[in-house]
């Protein structure tokens, strides 16, 4: 009875951390009107009017948009009609791994993007050592490595068609000052991923530097000067000390660009001036595009996405575990 007065006076004295009422027998009744207005007044109800409405739309137009058109790829849609699901199978992927224009255009995809990320990342990497060794004019030279980044697609396919051009081109001009070429380098099937790999790595190099140049500046100037002490060369300072604290700056660049590697299909398709690029230099994105919207094969085309969905997947998984298991996401 003394704790039942107690209870009661504290609660008309506004003490008490729910609403309660008196029973007619004599107890108390605890109202769930306090906990619920805890839970309105907590950091995940209140932040929902910013965070709730893009999950939605996200939630629709791209993981729902990835699950429909997974769901096309299992039909046999084509031309105008309306799919059928009432039938679905995996006929599509089986026709895509028996097809040699979807094998041609996958190994391309994959020489393509293992080219293009190895050499980008390789020149990024000394281009950072380079601007990090406290050369003149430094600001300048890193705003002109970094200046081709910020063109289109189709601005830089149109600037390498006139580099490339058989007659008149910058590229077969110089080499012509050594006794080579010309060259046709669009025209040839053997020549025509390299000459795009070269040019994707021109444009995006300057990206690949910059993330390497601040992983640089961020290791402390001590490491250096240990290594120079105990009598390391320049050569072995950077392989054996400083690189290999750049891991992270490593996994960023890769899976960056790799993205930029898998959205080429701009510049191929500026070049080849439609989704039929030249003979050679076929990838699974304009293969993709020509299946879907050239030929109307709908299904294939979808399953010609999912896959390149899961090659993109295949890389930007590994990166998201390893970056949970670090704890920054």
């Known amino acids: ?144 490595y970094l200046l081709p980044m910020s063109l289109s697609f189709v601005v830089t396919a149109q600037f390498w068609l006139w580099m490339y051009n058989v007659n008149n081109g910058m590229v077969n001009a110089i080499l012509g000052l050594v006794g080579l070429g010309p060259f046709r380098w669009i025209g040839n099937s053997q020549l025509i991923l390299p000459a795009v790999i070269f040019a994707l790595v021109w444009q995006f190099s300057g990206y690949a530097m910059v993330v390497f140049l601040a992983s640089l500046r961020a290791i402390p100037r001590e490491h250096y000067e240990a290594a120079r002490v105990d009598g390391a060369s320049t050569v072995k ?46 990838i699974l994105p304009t293969m993709m595009v020509r299946e879907a919207f050239g030929l109307t094969n709908w299904a294939y085309g979808s399953a010609i996405a999912i896959l390149l969905f899961l090659l993109a997947l295949s890389v930007v998984a590994p990166y998201l575990v390893y970056q949970y298991k670090k704890g920054t996401i």
């Open 237 to 282: 300072m950077y392989w054996r000390v400083i690189i290999p604290q750049l891991k992270n700056a490593v996994v960023s660049a890769l899976v960056v660009l790799m993205v930029f590697g898998l959205k080429a299909f701009d510049f191929l398709y500026a070049i080849a001036g439609g989704y039929r690029p030249p003979n050679g230099s076929d």
């Open 1 to 144: 009875m003394i704790h039942l007065f107690e209870r009661i006076r504290r609660l008309r004295a506004g003490e008490g951390d729910e609403e309660s009422d008196l029973r007619t027998d004599g107890g108390v009744a605890t109202s769930s009107k306090g906990g619920l207005r805890e839970r309105l007044n907590t950091d995940f109800f209140q932040s929902m009017p910013f965070w709730l409405p893009p999950f939605v739309f996200m939630a629709i137009f791209v993981y729902g948009a990835i699950g429909w058109n997974f769901l096309i790829s299992l039909t046999d849609y084509r031309q105008f009609g309306r799919p059928d699901y009432s039938d679905l199978d995996f006929s599509m992927y089986v026709r895509a791994f028996n097809d040699p224009a979807f094998i041609d255009a996958a190994r391309n995809t994959l020489v393509l993007l293992l080219g293009f990320i190895t050499v980008c990342m390789t020149v990024g990497l000394l281009l950072a050592i380079l601007v990090d060794r406290n050369i003149r004019f430094e600001n300048t030279f890193r705003t002109i």
